[in-house]
Structure formats: structure tokens, C-alpha cells
């Protein structure tokens, strides 16, 4: 291995190491300031870091997307413990998830919060794995709508109902749950129907839902009751099929991921946009089940652009003989003079 290989290596690995932790550029490699730091390792950000599909059947795949400002988000796939694949997109769509789900092979459940365009992915992508919704971020947006202090007594009881989401445990305690929601539907069915008529004769609107949040909510968590996606985690088909318990909330991807890439971010905040995306690359690379050694990714393009030369244009020197251009000369463009009016 030549000098100028090992020094390149040398760089790279002490980028890398200060991306992935919290240290700064001048306690990163003693003896060296944060300024000769920036100008030796200046060349490593021309890599894109890569993470070559592996092939592994999981039992279960969990899926979020992070946002580095509008426009720019990171949809990323995690499994025991693991990054398993990561892919760009300006906002999270069905086109974009479904680039990424189709280089992972299906796993037997996916844990996911409901993001945009996700649901419509899986379904061609992966139309035979089961779906379990992060129950937490249920419980936020049912919350959302009806606040944390109900004014309404129905209001109170489907709060109350929601709370309980994560608190079920077994197959009985999930059915005695949805028997609650379905009696409390039946209960205050006249009460979601209630319609408030505009008294204005110029008004857009003739009518409204009175209690128009609390519909809301309840239709939130019908709609999921009726896709069989609440409680997938309990469900003995599944359980015989993969080799442990199965998560009801994306928290694993949350703390493992998210959190830790926003600390990193944090840490190393005043990067440009270019760069933080790539500091996003090279944490999601590292933090893989098998990470390939930093070294394997250099080439020489990377460190020797080489002399960048203006290209030679094919077009003759001079004026054009014949072309499709006004020309004063042939009368037919711009006229000048004092009858140019």
C-alpha cells in the first residue's frame, strides 16, 4: 500500500469517525487544528455513500421517513437493530417508497406511522405483508383533534377509548376494545350526525358537522379498526410465523435512527445542505448490519478530479453565412433609423 493510499484512507475513516460522534474537528485526531482537518478530509465529501441490498427475508421491517428541510427527506427502512436501506425523495409519496420497498424482499409485518403515499406503496410492493400501525402516533393525531380536555362527554369517552389504545395486551383485550368502539359509535351515532345550518342566505356553506373534531377522531380510529391494522402485533397467524414478539410502534426506528441523526445533525450543525445530506448517508452506512470498511468507496475521481478543460465548440469562427438569424442587412429584421418609429 503506497503512502498517498494509506493517507487517503487515513482522511476518510477520520471524517467518518467525527460524523458519527460528538466530538469537533480539532479533538478528532490530536495534533491536528479543525482548519488542517477541513482542508485534508475536503475531497471526502465528493463520495455517495452506498448500502448494497443484502437479500435477508425479516420478520419485521420498520419505516420512516426524516426531513433535512423542505424539499429534502430521507425515507429510511430498519430491522433488528439494523439500517437495512435508505432513499431520497423531495416528500414522502408512493413513487418514492415504492423505490425503496421494491429493493427489500417482503417481510412478514411492517410497522409504520401512516406516512404519505406509504400505504399505496406497500400494497404493490408488498401486497402479502401485514400492516401494524404505530399506535403512539394514533393516539397523537385522534388527541389532536379532540384536544387534551374534551368539552363534550362523548368527546370524554372516545378519549378515554384512545388512551386505552396502548394499553391492550392480548387478543381478548383487543376485541373488548373494539366492542367498546362499535357501542360507543351506536350510542352517539345521532350526536356525530348533528348538523349546524349557516343562518347567512350568502353563505358558501348551507351546512356543517356540529361536532366536526370528534367526528374526526372517531372516523381516525374506525378507519384503522376496519383495515385490521391496530392490533397485527396480536394476531396468533402472525406470531407463529415470525420468531418473536412483534412491535406496536414505531419506537425502535424513532430512537435508533431519528433521534440519534438529529443529534448528529445537531452536533455538527452549520453544514450546507449538500453536506448534512451526506453526513446522513455516511451515518445510515456505518450503522448497517455488516457496514463495508469507508476505504472501498474511494476512487481516484474522488481526490483527482483531473484539469477540467472548457469543451472545443464544433461551430465555425465567425459570422454565419447562412442562418436563421435578423440581420440588419437583409431588410427583413430590426429596421433602424429615423423611420424606425
Known sequence: MSREVSQRRYQLEALVEWLCSNQTQAQIRPGISARTFRAQTAWCWNMEPVIEPTGEIFDEVQLDGIYLQQGHCCLIAYANGYVVDFQWCT???????????????????VVIDGGAGL???????????????????????????????????????????????????????????????????????????????????????????????????????????????????????????????????????????????????????????????????????????TPAPVHTFIEQQHYDPGVRTKPISEEPIGPALYDRAFSTEEGIGIQRGWKGL
Open 91 to 109: 416528500t414522502e409519496n408512493a413513487t418514492a417508497w415504492q423505490v425503496l420497498l421494491e429493493r427489500i424482499p417482503a417481510p412478514a409485518v
Open 119 to 289: 400505504a399505496k406503496a406497500l400494497r404493490t410492493a408488498w401486497p402479502d405483508t401485514a400492516i401494524q400501525r404505530c399506535l403512539v402516533h394514533i393516539q397523537r393525531n385522534v388527541r389532536r383533534h379532540l384536544t387534551r380536555r374534551p368539552r363534550t362527554t362523548p368527546g370524554k369517552q372516545l378519549a378515554r377509548l384512545n388512551y386505552a389504545l396502548t394499553k391492550v395486551h392480548t387478543v381478548d383485550e383487543a376485541a373488548e376494545w373494539m366492542a367498546a368502539l362499535a357501542t360507543w359509535h351506536s350510542e352517539h351515532r345521532a350526536f356525530l350526525n348533528q348538523k349546524t345550518y349557516a343562518t347567512d342566505p350568502l353563505a358558501t356553506t348551507p351546512w356543517w358537522w356540529t361536532h366536526d373534531r370528534v367526528r374526526k377522531a372517531y372516523n381516525l380510529l374506525a378507519t384503522q379498526a376496519r383495515k385490521n391494522t391496530l392490533f397485527q402485533y396480536l394476531q396468533p397467524a402472525l406470531l407463529a410465523e415470525v420468531a418473536g414478539p412483534v412491535s406496536s410502534t414505531t419506537n425502535r426506528i424513532e430512537g435508533g435512527v431519528n433521534a440519534p441523526l438529529r443529534q448528529m445533525l445537531l452536533s455538527h450543525r452549520g453544514m450546507r445542505l449538500a453536506r448534512r445530506k451526506r453526513a446522513v448517508e455516511w451515518w445510515l452506512q456505518q450503522h448497517t448490519d
